[in-house]
């Protein structure tokens, strides 16, 4: 299977083409001022601003959908959760449960940031090969380990989800038919175990065979980045509009402006 991620990264745009470094460095700061802002307009601009940069980086609408299809049901539970549970006084109750309009915003405010900082992950990791972001996190000072622990679990991910359509393969083939009894968790159990074993031996192996070929603890490539000055401008301008989020989501006049618009 081929790595999913990146296989957009081929594309023509502006973010393309921007140097990986100042790239992931660039948007790296904006998801942290994303993930920091407390009113729910500003996420709301931050979600604007992050359709903008796919569409920008023309990654198509259905790969990005795809990933979200993933986050969106672990964020709408809480809708149902936060409302209902929020400490507080309650604007009024809904089968006897105390609904409080302050739990509603908070889960849109963590829907809103959430499904920004998962759609700028992808333009990061979209608009270049997967490798060549490990190599530029590398020469960002990124711990070593980190990044190849990334990269290991990104590569090997694929691997494992190859191994485990071949045992079900293997397993249909031979006649076995999943019910909703103790045979078949049984069976399911055995699978998971041996999926672990081959997964741990294969670790072993793949070990042993980059220790023989000389790796120290890094990698080693021939990619050479190059910097000008439309990356350092594209860096300054996206640190800029977030740097301006972020102070008018924490100085008390524009706060305060903001909280009463809604």
Same mark, same amino acid.
């Given at each position: 299977?081929?790595?999913?991620?990146?296989?957009?990264?081929? %594309?023509?745009?502006?973010?393309?083409?921007?140097?990986?470094?100042?790239?992931?460095?660039?948007?790296?700061?904006?998801?942290?001022?994303?993930?920091?802002?407390?009113?729910?307009?500003?996420?709301?601009?931050?979600?604007?601003? !992050?359709?903008?940069?796919?569409?920008?980086?023309?990654?198509?609408?259905?790969?990005?959908?795809?990933?979200?299809?993933?986050?969106?049901?672990?964020?709408?539970?809480?809708?149902?959760?936060?409302?209902?549970?929020?400490?507080?006084? !309650?604007?009024?109750?809904?089968?006897?449960?105390?609904?409080?309009?302050?739990?509603?915003? %908070?889960?849109?405010?963590?829907?809103? @940031?959430?499904?920004?900082?998962?759609?700028?992950?992808?333009?990061?990791?979209?608009?270049?090969?997967?490798?060549?972001?490990?190599?530029?996190?590398?020469?960002?000072?990124?711990?070593?380990?980190?990044?190849?622990?990334?990269?290991?679990?990104?590569?090997?991910?694929?691997?494992?989800?190859?191994?485990?359509?071949?045992?079900?393969?293997?397993?249909?083939?031979?006649?076995?038919?999943?019910?909703?009894?103790?045979?078949?968790?049984?069976?399911?159990?055995?699978?998971?175990?041996?999926?672990?074993?081959?997964?741990?031996?294969?670790?072993?192996?793949?070990? @042993?065979?980059? %220790?023989? @070929?000389?790796?120290?603890?890094?990698?080693?490539?021939?990619?050479?980045?190059?910097?000008?000055?439309?990356?350092?401008? @594209?860096?300054?301008?996206?640190?800029?509009?977030?740097?301006?989020?972020?102070?008018?989501?924490?100085?008390?006049?524009?706060?305060?402006?903001?909280?009463?618009?809604?």
């Amino acid at each position: 299977m081929a790595l999913e991620i990146d296989q957009h990264h081929q %594309l023509a745009s502006s973010i393309q083409r921007w140097d990986p470094r100042f790239k992931i460095a660039s948007l790296g700061i904006f998801v942290l001022g994303v993930a920091v802002l407390q009113t729910l307009p500003l996420a709301m601009v931050a979600l604007l601003l !992050a359709i903008g940069f796919c569409r920008i980086s023309r990654l198509p609408y259905a790969f990005v959908k795809q990933g979200l299809a993933w986050v969106v049901p672990f964020l709408l539970p809480f809708f149902l959760i936060l409302p209902f549970s929020y400490p507080g006084t !309650a604007a009024y109750h809904v089968l006897g449960l105390p609904f409080a309009w302050e739990g509603l915003r %908070l889960a849109a405010l963590i829907f809103l @940031k959430a499904v920004a900082i998962v759609m700028i992950s992808y333009v990061i990791f979209g608009s270049a090969r997967f490798d060549v972001s490990m190599i530029a996190l590398q020469r960002l000072r990124c711990p070593a380990i980190f990044v190849q622990m990334i990269l290991f679990t990104y590569r090997y991910t694929y691997v494992f989800i190859d191994e485990m359509r071949r045992m079900n393969t293997a397993m249909s083939t031979r006649g076995f038919v999943k019910r909703m009894d103790l045979h078949t968790f049984r069976v399911v159990g055995g699978f998971v175990g041996t999926l672990l074993i081959r997964s741990f031996e294969r670790t072993e192996r793949v070990f @042993k065979a980059m %220790l023989s @070929k000389g790796f120290q603890g890094e990698f080693h490539t021939l990619v050479e980045f190059s910097a000008g000055p439309r990356d350092a401008a @594209k860096m300054v301008l996206v640190v800029g509009v977030i740097v301006v989020l972020t102070v008018c989501d924490r100085i008390g006049p524009f706060h305060a402006a903001i909280q009463a618009w809604y």
